[in-house]
């Protein structure tokens, strides 16, 4: 099956007709409001301009269209819930976005094994209420689980809150069906525990950002729900200081989330959301802590410790849910309360140990380079994953600000190499740091990254431009 070039299709009236005999064509969007909504992600600046929106229903379906894309030459970027922050999901050169908003259902669950099947496009909050509904849990889970999908999730291995307790999205889970760049359905690993023959194509595809194949159905592990829990927000001097208490808390309760946020991020919050301040003065950095009740004892003497040691200078506990949940909200409402100042973001790593003396140097430098542009610190200290934000000011244009941004980008990454860290932790190389992956993996990686592509999508189909040039 040899590729044509786009061209050889000649029109965009072909493509639709070739589409249209796989889909039917109320499943098949060009009009340009739907082009611009389906065709991108939560980042800004990218061109965004795919060919049509289609909306399969089946495995099958998705399959064909893979088959045809390889058959005609025009490329598919999969498409999930779009809350994606490394632009790997937008479409910006005439390809096909395959949505997944209507391969949503679940369709089984198995109480002995614990696992819930569940097509790509299944709405992470909902396999959250499906597994509530069991008595049972589904523990990844993050700010956008309310759009976001199973299959973007199982794409970009998603990360989120609770990772210091629950790990990843690969984590959980089981097992994949997925239709490779050359148009095969492979079935991954069947939901088995125990699997030892040979490599495990599952992974590959957990974090593969839609350049290998589409994900399209995903066995998806539960687990018992988490004791009742309490959240404690600290107030601290510096974020180093956060280390610290991150390390004197482990030794003391089990945390189940450790995030952490600046003085300027809790500003955005209190005003995007019209929340009063927790603490009567205005402190530099936030540790919010998520840890089991029956530890609230020890959590309040190692608080008492922290306070002794200078480590923090205030802290309020939750008494109720709902005020672990109005404390949750000061960290899970930065994101949209920074987005309307179109956020230059980075999300950083590197090993927990490693991050007082990186943040340290982290801080230097843009302290350094962006004396102008507010600079907006949050992210999973717990994880040693800072998501550094620069805001763009109102004056600035955003093709201008982004250059601006990016001309920091090799020192920073420079930084992150030198700490043995990654330039993205959790959010993916997409198109944004497509140009930056040298940072964080070798010349030998990379090209058998490109191996790996090359034997799943000969005809590089799938996601062009994404992760690999
Ligand atoms: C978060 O931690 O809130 C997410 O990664 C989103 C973001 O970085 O804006
Ligand atoms: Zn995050």
């Not at 009742?228 to 280390?243: E, K, N, P, Y």
């Not at 610290?244 to 919050?269: D, H, I, M, P, W």
């Not at 209190?270 to 029956?294: I, N, S």
Request: proline letters at 5%; a neutral charge.
């Amino acid at each position: 099956m040899r590729p044509r070039p786009w061209g050889a299709l000649r029109t965009l009236r072909l493509v639709i007709e070739r589409l249209t005999t796989l889909i039917p064509p109320a499943r098949v969007k060009t009009a340009a409001a739907d082009l611009a909504f389906w065709g991108r992600d939560w980042t800004r600046g990218h061109r965004v301009a795919p060919s049509a929106v289609v909306f399969p229903e089946t495995v099958g379906e998705v399959a064909g269209l893979t088959r045809l894309a390889n058959e005609s030459g025009f490329k598919l970027v999969p498409s999930g819930g779009r809350t994606g922050l490394s632009g790997g999901a937008v479409a910006s050169d005439g390809e096909v976005v395959v949505s997944f908003d209507r391969m949503n259902r679940i369709l089984g669950f198995n109480a002995a094994d614990r696992v819930v099947r569940c097509e790509a496009g299944v709405v992470t909050q909902a396999l959250h209420s499906f597994a509530a509904e069991r008595g049972l849990c589904y523990p990844v889970d993050f700010a956008s689980s309310g759009t976001s999908q199973i299959g973007g999730n199982v794409a970009t291995n998603a990360g989120g809150i609770r990772v210091i307790r629950y790990g990843l999205t690969r984590d959980w889970i089981a097992g994949l069906t997925v239709v490779t760049g050359a148009g095969e359905v492979l079935e991954l690993n069947r939901a088995l525990v125990k699997n030892a023959t040979g490599y495990d194509l599952r992974h590959l595809f957990v974090g593969s950002e839609g350049t290998l194949g589409f994900v399209v159905e995903a066995d998806v592990r539960l687990t018992t729900p988490p004791p009742a829990s309490r959240v404690l927000v600290l107030a601290l001097a510096a974020m180093a200081d956060a280390l610290a208490v991150l390390t004197r808390f482990q030794g003391a309760v089990a945390l189940s989330a450790f995030e952490c946020f600046s003085e300027l991020a809790l500003a955005k919050v209190l005003v995007h959301r019209r929340l009063p301040r927790p603490f009567a003065e205005t402190h530099g950095y936030y540790a919010l802590l998520e840890f089991d009740a029956e530890g609230e004892e020890a959590a309040l003497a190692a608080f008492q410790d922290a306070l002794s040691a200078g480590q923090a200078a205030d802290g309020v506990i939750s008494r109720s849910d709902a005020q672990a949940r109005s404390l949750w909200a000061l960290r899970e409402g930065i994101t949209e309360s920074i987005a309307p100042q179109t956020p230059y973001k980075n999300d950083l790593s590197v090993r927990v140990s490693a991050a007082p003396a990186f943040l340290d140097e982290v801080d230097r430098l843009v302290a350094k380079r962006y004396p102008d542009f507010e600079v907006c610190w949050f992210g999973h200290i717990g994880d040693g994953n800072l998501h550094l934000n620069i805001l763009k000011p109102p004056q600035l244009t955003v093709a201008a600000f982004q250059e601006r941004c990016a001309a920091i980008n090799p020192a920073l990454f420079e930084v992150v190499r030198a700490h043995g860290g990654s330039i993205s932790a959790e959010h993916g190389v997409g198109l944004a740091k497509r140009d930056f992956l040298g940072y964080s993996r070798s010349e030998a990686e990379i090209a058998i990254m490109r191996a790996v592509k090359n034997a799943l999508d000969p005809n590089g189909v799938m996601n062009p431009g994404k992760l690999l040039r």
